[in-house]
């Protein structure tokens, strides 16, 4: 079972803004990086670390850390960011790796 | 541009060994400060780490599938492999491989594979 959990969805309205979040013990320790996936894709780095981004990642896709929280948050939802959204980092004893249980994501 | 290719069969039966590799063009696997790593999605459902490996030989599995899974590099090839024993169906998946990068204090699987669907069945 993973250690991180994610609400299973969301919605957001064309232009609007949406945050969604991770939840686990292992966040107060390390960060989160986030991944969006489209049907039949592999997974795209969004962001990693603090508050940074892969080149190429719209600006839009912004991260951020709070306590046992990490949280994306999409300002100005765009029809092409609906997509499942998944968190990855460290498990609680900080050796492996573990994602979320994703959140599905819909633009309206 | 780094670009990974997995490969391997799509049908494995119940009990027997898959077997997968993952080509890497653009870039060897012994640059830089990178680990190469396995992930798989079963249908409709999240991701799941597999394990990792490093240029040096080091690996670092999933406890749930460690005594099952062997990940390694080939540096001659240019690839990553994953061997995964005694299958059952609870391992039909997409399995892809990735570049696991060492920013943030968790590191980022910055490049994937497309990911190659991997059914048990007999």
């Known amino acids: 079972s993973s250690e991180l959990t994610q609400d299973p969805a969301a919605s957001v309205a064309l232009g609007q803004t949406v945050r969604i979040t991770c939840q686990g013990d292992?966040?107060?320790?390390?960060?989160a990086s986030w991944y969006q996936q489209k049907p039949g894709q592999a997974p795209v780095l969004v962001t990693y670390?603090?508050?940074s981004r892969p080149s190429g990642i719209p600006d839009r896709f912004s991260g951020s850390s709070s306590g046992n929280t990490a949280s994306l948050t999409i300002t100005g939802a765009q029809a092409e960011d609906e997509a499942d959204y998944y968190c990855?980092?460290?498990?609680?004893?900080?050796?492996?790796?573990?994602f979320g249980t994703g959140t599905k994501v819909t633009v309206l | 541009q780094v670009q990974l290719q997995e490969s391997g069969p799509g049908l494995v039966k119940p009990s027997e060994t898959l077997s997968l590799t993952c080509s890497v063009s653009g870039d060897s696997v012994t640059t830089g400060n990178y680990y190469w790593a396995w992930i798989r999605q079963p249908p409709e459902k999240g991701l799941e780490w597999i394990g990792n490996s490093y240029k040096s030989g080091s690996t670092n599995y999933n406890p749930s599938l460690e005594s099952r899974v062997t990940t390694s590099l080939d540096t001659s090839k240019n690839r990553l492999s994953l061997r995964l024993t005694s299958v059952t169906a609870a391992d039909t998946a997409v399995y892809y491989c990735?570049?696991?990068?060492?920013?943030?204090?968790?590191?980022?699987?910055?490049?994937w594979g497309q990911g190659t669907m991997v059914t048990v069945s007999s």
């Open positions: 670390g603090e508050k």
């Open positions: 292992s966040l107060r320790g390390y960060y």
């Open positions: 990735a570049r696991l990068a060492n920013w943030g204090s968790s590191g980022a699987f910055e490049i």
């Open positions: 990855h980092s460290r498990d609680n004893n900080g050796l492996k790796y573990v």
